[in-house]
Protein backbone atom coordinates (compact mmCIF):
# COMPACT_ATOMS: atom_id res chain seq x y z
CA UNK A 1 0.00 0.00 0.00
CA UNK A 2 1.23 3.43 -0.81
CA UNK A 3 2.17 5.82 2.04
CA UNK A 4 2.44 9.05 0.37
CA UNK A 5 -1.12 10.07 0.79
CA UNK A 6 -1.57 14.20 1.22
CA UNK A 7 -4.23 16.09 1.21
CA UNK A 8 -3.36 17.53 -2.26
CA UNK A 9 -5.49 18.97 -4.86
CA UNK A 10 -7.82 15.57 -6.78
CA UNK A 11 -6.38 14.93 -9.99
CA UNK A 12 -9.54 13.48 -10.72
CA UNK A 13 -13.07 15.22 -9.82
CA UNK A 14 -16.48 12.92 -10.28
CA UNK A 15 -19.55 14.10 -9.42
CA UNK A 16 -23.26 12.96 -9.76
CA UNK A 17 -22.93 10.98 -12.14
CA UNK A 18 -25.37 9.49 -13.51
CA UNK A 19 -25.00 6.71 -17.06
CA UNK A 20 -27.87 5.75 -19.19
CA UNK A 21 -27.32 2.61 -21.55
CA UNK A 22 -30.89 3.16 -24.02
CA UNK A 23 -33.54 2.52 -21.04
CA UNK A 24 -30.88 1.13 -18.60
CA UNK A 25 -29.52 3.09 -15.94
CA UNK A 26 -26.23 1.66 -15.69
CA UNK A 27 -24.47 3.60 -12.59
CA UNK A 28 -26.45 6.57 -10.36
CA UNK A 29 -25.48 9.59 -8.69
CA UNK A 30 -22.11 8.40 -8.16
CA UNK A 31 -19.56 11.22 -6.75
CA UNK A 32 -15.20 11.01 -5.49
CA UNK A 33 -12.39 12.04 -6.31
CA UNK A 34 -8.49 11.07 -6.43
CA UNK A 35 -5.58 12.34 -4.60
CA UNK A 36 -2.11 12.70 -6.42
CA UNK A 37 -0.45 9.70 -5.94
CA UNK A 38 -3.10 6.85 -4.37
CA UNK A 39 -3.76 3.76 -5.98
CA UNK A 40 -8.27 3.34 -5.72
CA UNK A 41 -9.90 0.66 -6.65
CA UNK A 42 -13.54 -0.03 -7.74
CA UNK A 43 -15.20 -3.67 -6.77
CA UNK A 44 -18.73 -4.80 -6.30
CA UNK A 45 -20.48 -7.70 -8.23
CA UNK A 46 -20.72 -8.47 -12.28
CA UNK A 47 -23.65 -5.95 -13.72
CA UNK A 48 -22.57 -3.56 -11.02
CA UNK A 49 -21.08 -0.43 -13.37
CA UNK A 50 -17.40 -0.82 -12.69
CA UNK A 51 -16.58 -0.70 -16.07
CA UNK A 52 -19.12 1.66 -17.54
CA UNK A 53 -18.07 3.88 -14.78
CA UNK A 54 -14.66 4.33 -15.62
CA UNK A 55 -15.43 4.34 -19.48
CA UNK A 56 -17.26 7.26 -18.54
CA UNK A 57 -14.62 8.93 -16.67
CA UNK A 58 -12.12 8.63 -19.71
CA UNK A 59 -14.97 10.09 -22.15
CA UNK A 60 -15.60 6.82 -24.13
CA UNK A 61 -18.69 6.55 -23.23
CA UNK A 62 -21.10 9.19 -23.37
CA UNK A 63 -22.47 10.22 -19.25
CA UNK A 64 -26.39 11.43 -18.76
CA UNK A 65 -25.89 13.61 -15.90
CA UNK A 66 -22.48 14.82 -13.55
CA UNK A 67 -19.29 16.63 -14.16
CA UNK A 68 -16.09 14.67 -14.77
CA UNK A 69 -12.60 16.63 -14.07
CA UNK A 70 -9.06 15.44 -14.58
CA UNK A 71 -6.48 17.75 -14.27
CA UNK A 72 -9.19 21.12 -13.57
CA UNK A 73 -10.70 20.32 -16.73
CA UNK A 74 -13.77 19.03 -17.97
CA UNK A 75 -12.78 15.70 -19.48
CA UNK A 76 -14.18 16.58 -22.90
CA UNK A 77 -11.83 18.91 -23.08
CA UNK A 78 -8.84 17.85 -21.85
CA UNK A 79 -7.08 18.29 -25.14
CA UNK A 80 -3.38 17.30 -25.38
CA UNK A 81 -3.43 16.74 -21.57
CA UNK A 82 -4.93 13.57 -22.65
CA UNK A 83 -1.18 11.98 -23.19
CA UNK A 84 -1.29 12.12 -19.51
CA UNK A 85 -3.82 9.50 -19.15
CA UNK A 86 -2.95 5.91 -19.29
CA UNK A 87 -5.13 3.12 -19.84
CA UNK A 88 -5.33 -0.87 -19.94
CA UNK A 89 -8.68 -2.51 -20.77
CA UNK A 90 -10.57 -5.90 -19.89
CA UNK A 91 -10.01 -6.95 -23.09
CA UNK A 92 -7.50 -6.04 -25.74
CA UNK A 93 -9.75 -6.95 -28.79
CA UNK A 94 -7.52 -7.31 -32.12
CA UNK A 95 -6.53 -8.85 -35.51
CA UNK A 96 -3.97 -11.84 -33.65
CA UNK A 97 -3.01 -11.96 -37.35
CA UNK A 98 -2.17 -8.40 -38.35
CA UNK A 99 1.69 -8.04 -37.89
CA UNK A 100 2.56 -5.82 -35.68
CA UNK A 101 5.68 -6.12 -33.42
CA UNK A 102 5.50 -6.12 -29.33
CA UNK A 103 7.77 -3.09 -29.66
CA UNK A 104 5.79 -1.37 -32.39
CA UNK A 105 2.62 -1.40 -30.16
CA UNK A 106 4.49 0.18 -27.29
CA UNK A 107 5.97 2.91 -29.97
CA UNK A 108 2.36 3.51 -30.96
CA UNK A 109 2.21 5.09 -27.37
CA UNK A 110 4.98 8.07 -28.48
CA UNK A 111 2.94 10.41 -29.15
CA UNK A 112 3.11 13.94 -27.46
CA UNK A 113 3.84 17.49 -28.22
CA UNK A 114 6.94 18.46 -29.79
CA UNK A 115 7.88 14.92 -30.67
CA UNK A 116 6.56 12.54 -33.86
CA UNK A 117 7.33 12.71 -37.41
CA UNK A 118 4.70 16.05 -37.47
CA UNK A 119 5.98 18.25 -35.10
CA UNK A 120 9.76 17.07 -36.16
CA UNK A 121 8.41 18.04 -39.90
CA UNK A 122 7.15 21.17 -39.02
CA UNK A 123 10.42 22.13 -36.91
CA UNK A 124 12.77 21.09 -40.58
CA UNK A 125 10.13 23.68 -42.61
CA UNK A 126 10.27 26.30 -40.32
CA UNK A 127 14.53 25.78 -40.00
CA UNK A 128 14.57 24.75 -44.04
CA UNK A 129 12.70 28.89 -44.45
CA UNK A 130 14.86 30.84 -41.97
CA UNK A 131 18.54 29.00 -43.24
CA UNK A 132 18.01 28.05 -46.93
CA UNK A 133 19.98 25.02 -48.02
CA UNK A 134 20.63 23.88 -43.88
CA UNK A 135 16.69 23.05 -43.11
CA UNK A 136 16.38 20.00 -44.77
CA UNK A 137 20.03 18.38 -42.82
CA UNK A 138 18.66 19.89 -39.10
CA UNK A 139 15.24 18.38 -40.23
CA UNK A 140 16.70 15.06 -40.55
CA UNK A 141 19.08 15.11 -37.60
CA UNK A 142 16.20 16.10 -35.86
CA UNK A 143 13.84 12.77 -37.30
CA UNK A 144 16.87 10.67 -36.62
CA UNK A 145 17.12 11.77 -32.62
CA UNK A 146 13.61 11.51 -31.92
CA UNK A 147 13.76 8.23 -33.17
CA UNK A 148 16.82 7.36 -31.48
CA UNK A 149 15.44 8.55 -28.46
CA UNK A 150 11.95 6.58 -29.03
CA UNK A 151 13.42 3.45 -29.52
CA UNK A 152 15.15 4.07 -26.00
CA UNK A 153 12.26 4.75 -24.16
CA UNK A 154 10.80 1.68 -25.99
CA UNK A 155 12.94 -0.57 -24.82
CA UNK A 156 13.41 0.77 -21.29
CA UNK A 157 9.53 0.16 -21.18
CA UNK A 158 10.26 -3.13 -22.22
CA UNK A 159 12.65 -4.13 -19.67
CA UNK A 160 11.04 -2.42 -16.45
CA UNK A 161 7.78 -4.77 -17.00
CA UNK A 162 9.71 -7.96 -18.15
CA UNK A 163 9.02 -8.40 -21.54
CA UNK A 164 11.79 -7.32 -23.55
CA UNK A 165 13.04 -10.62 -24.72
CA UNK A 166 9.38 -10.63 -26.37
CA UNK A 167 10.65 -6.97 -28.21
CA UNK A 168 10.10 -8.81 -31.68
CA UNK A 169 7.27 -10.93 -31.11
CA UNK A 170 4.15 -10.57 -33.00
CA UNK A 171 1.60 -9.20 -30.58
CA UNK A 172 -1.08 -12.09 -31.71
CA UNK A 173 1.66 -14.95 -29.93
CA UNK A 174 1.47 -13.50 -26.66
CA UNK A 175 -0.37 -14.30 -23.48
CA UNK A 176 -2.59 -12.90 -21.74
CA UNK A 177 -0.56 -12.09 -19.13
CA UNK A 178 2.40 -10.97 -21.90
CA UNK A 179 0.12 -8.72 -23.27
CA UNK A 180 -1.11 -6.75 -20.03
CA UNK A 181 2.37 -6.37 -19.34
CA UNK A 182 3.09 -4.98 -23.05
CA UNK A 183 0.20 -2.54 -22.36
CA UNK A 184 1.84 -1.33 -19.33
CA UNK A 185 4.71 -0.50 -21.29
CA UNK A 186 2.88 1.24 -23.65
CA UNK A 187 1.60 3.49 -20.59
CA UNK A 188 5.47 4.21 -19.46
CA UNK A 189 6.44 4.60 -22.76
CA UNK A 190 5.95 8.26 -22.02
CA UNK A 191 5.49 9.92 -18.58
CA UNK A 192 1.86 9.60 -17.67
CA UNK A 193 0.02 10.94 -14.12
CA UNK A 194 -2.43 8.60 -14.56
CA UNK A 195 -3.42 5.03 -14.89
CA UNK A 196 -6.47 3.16 -15.34
CA UNK A 197 -7.08 -0.19 -15.33
CA UNK A 198 -10.16 -2.36 -16.14
CA UNK A 199 -9.81 -5.33 -14.86
CA UNK A 200 -6.59 -5.74 -15.96
CA UNK A 201 -5.93 -9.07 -14.40
CA UNK A 202 -8.58 -11.02 -16.19
CA UNK A 203 -6.92 -13.98 -17.81
CA UNK A 204 -4.30 -14.14 -15.53
CA UNK A 205 -3.70 -16.78 -13.22
CA UNK A 206 -3.35 -16.37 -9.76
CA UNK A 207 0.83 -16.22 -9.40
CA UNK A 208 0.52 -13.71 -12.71
CA UNK A 209 -1.61 -11.83 -10.79
CA UNK A 210 0.47 -11.47 -7.42
CA UNK A 211 3.23 -10.33 -9.91
CA UNK A 212 1.73 -7.93 -11.56
CA UNK A 213 0.22 -6.14 -8.51
CA UNK A 214 3.75 -6.44 -7.40
CA UNK A 215 5.23 -4.93 -10.63
CA UNK A 216 2.15 -2.22 -10.61
CA UNK A 217 3.11 -0.84 -6.76
CA UNK A 218 6.49 -0.62 -7.80
CA UNK A 219 6.31 1.20 -11.25
CA UNK A 220 3.58 3.51 -8.93
CA UNK A 221 6.21 4.27 -6.45
CA UNK A 222 8.03 5.14 -9.50
CA UNK A 223 6.08 6.94 -11.52
CA UNK A 224 4.05 8.93 -9.06
CA UNK A 225 1.28 7.42 -11.05
CA UNK A 226 -2.76 8.25 -9.55
CA UNK A 227 -4.09 4.66 -10.24
CA UNK A 228 -7.62 3.99 -10.76
CA UNK A 229 -8.76 0.20 -10.96
CA UNK A 230 -11.21 -2.03 -11.38
CA UNK A 231 -10.77 -5.03 -9.57
CA UNK A 232 -12.49 -8.64 -8.45
CA UNK A 233 -9.58 -9.77 -6.12
CA UNK A 234 -10.63 -8.52 -2.58
CA UNK A 235 -7.91 -9.76 -1.16
CA UNK A 236 -4.92 -8.00 -3.94
CA UNK A 237 -6.93 -4.65 -3.61
CA UNK A 238 -6.86 -4.97 0.49
CA UNK A 239 -3.09 -5.25 0.18
CA UNK A 240 -2.06 -2.87 -2.27
CA UNK A 241 -4.51 -0.23 -2.48
CA UNK A 242 -5.09 3.07 -0.64
CA UNK A 243 -8.98 3.54 -1.29
CA UNK A 244 -12.14 1.62 -2.36
CA UNK A 245 -14.93 2.31 -3.97
CA UNK A 246 -18.06 -0.34 -3.58
CA UNK A 247 -20.33 0.22 -6.18
CA UNK A 248 -23.29 -1.94 -6.90
CA UNK A 249 -25.12 1.16 -9.52
CA UNK A 250 -24.80 3.41 -6.57
CA UNK A 251 -21.81 4.44 -3.88
CA UNK A 252 -22.49 1.98 -1.49
CA UNK A 253 -19.51 3.14 0.75
CA UNK A 254 -15.76 4.80 -0.59
CA UNK A 255 -12.84 4.77 2.09
CA UNK A 256 -9.62 2.80 3.13
CA UNK A 257 -9.50 -0.74 2.47
CA UNK A 258 -10.03 -1.85 6.43
CA UNK A 259 -13.47 0.31 6.72
CA UNK A 260 -14.88 -0.33 3.00
CA UNK A 261 -14.25 -4.10 2.96
CA UNK A 262 -15.39 -4.74 6.62
CA UNK A 263 -17.65 -7.49 6.17
CA UNK A 264 -21.17 -5.20 6.53
CA UNK A 265 -20.05 -3.35 3.51
CA UNK A 266 -19.16 -6.37 1.14
CA UNK A 267 -22.47 -7.77 2.08
CA UNK A 268 -24.21 -4.63 1.61
CA UNK A 269 -22.23 -4.33 -1.90
CA UNK A 270 -22.56 -8.24 -2.83
CA UNK A 271 -25.75 -9.35 -1.18
CA UNK A 272 -25.73 -12.43 1.01
CA UNK A 273 -24.60 -14.98 -1.54
CA UNK A 274 -21.03 -12.98 -1.68
CA UNK A 275 -18.22 -15.04 -0.52
CA UNK A 276 -14.49 -13.40 -0.17
CA UNK A 277 -12.10 -14.91 -2.59
CA UNK A 278 -8.65 -15.14 -1.75
CA UNK A 279 -5.70 -16.49 -3.35
CA UNK A 280 -3.02 -18.26 -1.58
CA UNK A 281 -0.51 -15.72 -2.90
CA UNK A 282 3.22 -16.51 -1.93
Known amino acids: MTSHISNSHPIVKVENLTIYQH ?34 VLNLI ?52 GRGALALAKRGEAQRDEVRGEGRGS ?66 DAQGTADFYNLLHELQQEEGWTVLQVSHDIDMVSRHCDRVICLNQTLVCTGTPEVALSAQNLLATYGPSFSRYQHNHS
Open 23 to 56: SYCAVRDVSFALLPGTNTAIVGPNGAGKSTLVQA
Open 62 to 113: PYSVGKVEIFDRPIERLGHLRNQLGYVPQNFVFDRSFPLSVSELVGLGWIRE
Open 139 to 204: FWRSWNHGQQEKKAAIAQALRRVGVYHLRNQAIGTLSGGEMKRVLLAYCLVLPRKLLVLDEAFAGV
